[in-house]
């Protein structure tokens, strides 16, 4: 990938797809899984490539991953293998820059949420769940509800700023505790 155009100090990789997002756009299983690895990793690895060498230069940058507690930080038996496999190579992705980057002027963090009201979950997710279901999945959670986008916005807008810069290398659950205790949802 060339060198892309103008100034970019904070690059968030927060492009992913989610199971039903994939089972739409490819039709075999083989595909699915491929389309997991090239866009929640490949895409990363390459804007990183692309992007590292002008905040270097510049004298400082951010690049902050955006995982999912599902692969990032804990296991979860029954989701889809190459959709936590891919969350988990972005939070080794981040622990890797973050160390050949120890002396350069550019932090590298990794954020995993855990369940965001997003579109993409409720697609993926609660959709699929008949009302009654898609309440109790939701009371199971930390704090019996979903994580709001806007809180998930407001910690990469601080991880954006220089004040964390102590953070370099941080692989950050923010899950409100999903993260600690997956089972609230994978025991059924």
Known sequence: MAALPGRVDV???NAAVGSKTVED???TPQSQDEMFIRINCLGPLWLKQALLPAMIENGFGKIILVSSVDGGIAAFPGFRD???MSKAALAFLARQWAAELSHAPVDVLCVCPGAVDTPMFRKSTLDPLLGPEAER??????RGRLIEPQEIAGLLWFLASPVAGVLHGA?????MGLGAHPGL???G
């Not at 999945?137 to 930390?142: K, S, T, V």
């Open 82 to 84: 190459s959709d936590g």
């Open 11 to 13: 690059l968030i990789n």
């Open 185 to 187: 949802i994978t025991a």
């Open 25 to 27: 756009a490819a039709g």
């Open 137 to 142: 999945l939701i009371a199971r959670l930390p």
């Open 171 to 175: 692989v950050i659950d923010a899950s």
